[in-house]
């Protein structure tokens, strides 16, 4: 079945540069050639090349024996592999302090968006590290908290949003409030089957649903979703992870770190085994540059699928906040890329070389992104 998925791949890939023809090489696109480049599936297809057009766009992934040698702007040390950028997903990179919402239980008009400051210098700094993406949320406390936001990393005078952000549900202990209801999670978990049974259709938009403990899980899932949010889990060995099986779910996981809790890294294992899709959650700034490359890294060593550790780094996180032509390489994807020593989910590897938009950024030395005197 993966290589199957492969082949559709290079032949996706094949067909795009056979229909741009002579126009594959035009002036302003440039070649990267000579890698392993990750797949759609997780995967790593090696010997490849990627044209990136003047205009920031991937025009073809194509075998590098097929590449025009003049278009070369980079042949990869051997071994190296391409990647799209890496995605900080419900962290708090570019967010301007904590967004709340307050004492109002569905707030619809609470946008992620507007707590965004592109002139945080630590998008830049994070991007020289290979994170070129960043999605922020409201502090979970409403049973809707507003919507998400997904940004480039890029600091500058206009913010670059990727996505218009899905609406972010709370079903948690974190929404209990005794200055309003609901006071109790029986209350709590009512309202929701109301909500969910009264409310008119169209206002059910699949988003993503903040549920990190095991009965969370247990309750949303007998709340009466026709379609299943992605969650945001944790859990540990409590959690119905059986009753995701076959129901295209994607969990939002971790950071797992060194040290950290078992359980909930065992629960990530399981449900993965299961066929659930996995994205790891981010924690910029605070959290180490490459934070989320060590949770890939542990949950690999832990059991995870090597494949399925590389899409929850890249794809998912993409798709968990519903950003299109990104954490993917394919033609038509942004050229939002990052080259890395070896396979990107062995913590040895270093950053070689970052694209953003088709534009080299300055790679920064390994460490932590710098915890600047910003206004926060």
């Known amino acids: 079945m993966q290589s199957t998925r492969i082949l559709l791949w290079l032949i996706l890939a094949g067909v795009c540069a056979v229909s741009v023809g002579a126009n594959l090489f035009a002036g302003g696109d440039s070649v990267i050639s000579g890698v392993g480049v990750v797949a759609p599936d997780g995967s790593i297809c090696q010997g490849m090349a990627v044209v990136v057009s003047g205009e920031g766009r991937i025009l073809a992934v194509i075998p590098a024996d097929q590449t025009d040698p003049q278009m070369v702007q980079l042949k990869a040390p051997e071994g190296s592999v391409i990647t799209p950028g890496l995605h900080d997903l419900l962290g708090s990179l570019g967010a301007t302090g904590a967004l709340r919402a307050g004492t109002v239980l569905v707030d619809s008009e609470l946008r992620a968006a507007d707590a965004f400051d592109p002139t945080d210098p630590r998008l830049d700094d994070a991007a020289r590290h290979g994170v070129l993406h960043t999605t922020i949320a409201a502090v979970p406390a409403a049973l809707l908290s507003g919507t998400t936001a997904t940004f480039l990393c890029k600091s500058g005078g206009r913010a670059q949003q990727l996505a218009q952000g ?28 109301e909500w969910l049974a009264n409310s008119d259709k169209s206002e059910q938009v699949p988003g993503i649903l903040y549920c990190p403990e095991a009965i ?23 959690s119905p992870l059986g009753r995701l099986a076959g129901r295209e779910a994607l969990l939002i996981v971790g950071p797992f770190v060194e040290g950290g809790d078992p359980a909930a890294l065992r629960a990530a294992i399981r449900a993965a085994q299961m066929g659930v899709e996995l994205a790891f959650q981010g924690g910029l700034p605070a959290a180490s540059a490459d934070h989320l490359r060590r949770s890939a890294a542990i949950a690999v060593a832990a059991g995870l699928d090597a494949d399925a550790a590389r899409r929850a780094l890249f794809s998912n996180p993409a ?37 953003r938009g088709g534009e080299r950024v300055r790679v920064a030395a390994r460490g932590t992104v710098s915890d ?3 206004p926060r």
């Open 216 to 238: 969370d899980l247990r309750q949303s899932l007998d709340a009466g979703w026709s379609e299943l949010p992605v969650m945001v889990h944790s859990g540990d060995a409590r």
């Open 166 to 193: 899905k609406p972010f549900y709370v079903l948690a202990q974190t929404a209990l409030d005794s200055s309003r209801e609901p006071t109790s999670r029986a209350a709590l978990v009512s309202m929701w089957k």
């Open 372 to 374: 600047l005197s910003v």
């Open 319 to 355: 798709r968990a906040c519903g950003a299109d032509g990104i954490g993917i390489i394919e033609p038509g994807a942004r050229a939002d890329l990052v080259l890395f020593s070896g396979d990107p989910i062995d913590p040895g590897t270093t950053v070689i070389q970052v694209w």
